[in-house]
Every structure is written in structure tokens, then in C-alpha cells.
């Protein structure tokens, strides 16, 4: 099984719609993350999340919220989407401490259309 | 300014080959960490290997070596006895050294390269 999993996998929807991409990990990581990728410009990062109760916001967090419901758990939220917000989102984790701290570990991807 | 540069968009190969996926980066903090994902076309992104600014040796996993080169600030990624699986898109990442007060250690990617490994 996957140590980090998100879903959904791919999605399709309208401009104006709330969606909520979920992710789930059983790495036991403390950190979280949540990635945007679009064509040529590699990753940007949207928001991340030390534990349960410490968010904080990335290079471009406008337009998206987070919420972390769990140590396991992060979920991102397009409250209004928004047709540039089309792109690949990535959730990744990583570990306070340990002989690979901070290397972050990507979950496959949720591919996600907004027209 | 660019924090990591990846030069070459795209490289070829034939199988059973090495080749050499050059990053540079930028960066004025003593303690940082360079990275390479892979990204085959299913999407996913891959952990490959890993070089602390403070290591002495050069970081190896498999057939993966990273050629750190402190004073020239580049990392490259060395790929020994090329297999077809390993085209897809491969990226460079830094983490700089701590930031006061929160101890986040930010990572930001390059623009990748992507690599093309033929019969």
C-alpha cells in the first residue's frame, strides 16, 4: 500500500465550484505539504503544516485553504476554482527528525481540470 | 533570481549508458540539502537521492550518484547503465538552513529535465 495517498486522482469541474482534494499518510510524518505543479514551472508550493494546530501559507496560497484534520490527514480547498487553477496537485510529507529529516515524499498526484 | 537551475529541458541517452543531469544552485546559507525526483509520465513524483551541504562524500543510491561540487555550487545527477524505465522527468531541489524562530526548511525545485533513454 501507498504511504501517502490522495484523492481524488483526477478531477473535473466548473469555474465557481468548491472542491476539496484529500490527503491521507501512513508514514507517520509530522509535516505536511501541498504542491501545485504546472508546465514549466516546476513546483510552487501552496500551503504546509508543521502538526495538527501550526498551518502556514506557501508561495501561493490565494484562492486555496487547508485544513488538517489529523496528523495523517491534510485536505486542500478551492473554495471558488478558478480556470488557472487547473494543474497537478501534490501532497507530500516528511519527518522532523530521523536520518532522512526533512527529505519530503511525494503522494502520486491529483490531476485536476477547471473549466 | 533563480535558487536552482536545471540548463538542459531535455537529454537523450542510449540504454545501458550513463548520463548526467546538470543543477546548479544558488543559495548564501551554510546548511542546506540538494534532492532529485524522478517524475515518470504516470506522474508521480520519486525520492532518489539526497546530499547534505555539510557531507564529505558524495551521496550514492543504486545506480545514482550525485556529483556535488561545493565551490561551483552544482549537484548533478549521475545515472550509471541507463534503463529504459528511467525516462521520464527528473528534478533538482534545494532546502535551505533553518529560518529563524519556525525551523521550516523550505523546498523549491528546479524546472527539471526531461530524459529520454532509448533501445
Known amino acids: 500500500d501507498a504511504d501517502v495517498t490522495q484523492t481524488p486522482r483526477n478531477r473535473i469541474t466548473k469555474t465557481g465550484k468548491r472542491i476539496m482534494l484529500e490527503c491521507s499518510q501512513t508514514?507517520?510524518?509530522?509535516?505536511m505539504y501541498w504542491y501545485r505543479q504546472d508546465p514549466g514551472l516546476g513546483l510552487r508550493l501552496i500551503y504546509y503544516?508543521?502538526?495538527?494546530?501550526?498551518?502556514n501559507k506557501g508561495e501561493i496560497s490565494d484562492g486555496y485553504s487547508v485544513s488538517r484534520q489529523a496528523q495523517a490527514k491534510f485536505s486542500l480547498s478551492l473554495e471558488s476554482a478558478i480556470p488557472n487553477q487547473t494543474a497537478l496537485y501534490f501532497c507530500?510529507?516528511?519527518?522532523?527528525?530521523?536520518?532522512?529529516?526533512?527529505?519530503?515524499?511525494f503522494g502520486p498526484g491529483t490531476r485536476l481540470l477547471v473549466l | 533570481a533563480q535558487k536552482i537551475t536545471q540548463t538542459q529541458p531535455g537529454m537523450f541517452v542510449q540504454e545501458k549508458e550513463a548520463v548526467t543531469l546538470d543543477c546548479t544552485y544558488d543559495?548564501?546559507?551554510?546548511?542546506?540539502?540538494l534532492f532529485w525526483y524522478k517524475q515518470p509520465s504516470s506522474g508521480e513524483m520519486i525520492f532518489l537521492i539526497y546530499?547534505?551541504?555539510?557531507?564529505?562524500q558524495n551521496a550514492t543510491e543504486g545506480r545514482y550518484s550525485l556529483n556535488f561540487q561545493k565551490a561551483r555550487k552544482s549537484a548533478n545527477l549521475v545515472i550509471s547503465a541507463s534503463q529504459l524505465g528511467d525516462s521520464a522527468m527528473y528534478f533538482c531541489?534545494?532546502?535551505?538552513?533553518?529560518?529563524?524562530?519556525?525551523?521550516?526548511?523550505?523546498?523549491?525545485f528546479g524546472t527539471g529535465t526531461r530524459l529520454l533513454v532509448s533501445p
Open positions: 503544516s508543521f502538526d495538527v494546530k501550526d498551518i
Open positions: 546530499q547534505g551541504s555539510y557531507d564529505q
Open positions: 531541489a534545494m532546502r535551505e538552513g533553518r529560518t529563524r524562530g519556525t525551523g521550516f526548511q523550505k523546498l523549491v
Open positions: 543559495t548564501s546559507d551554510p546548511s542546506y540539502g
Open positions: 507530500a510529507t516528511s519527518a522532523h527528525r530521523g536520518p532522512l529529516q526533512e527529505t519530503q515524499y
Open positions: 508514514k507517520g510524518h509530522d509535516r
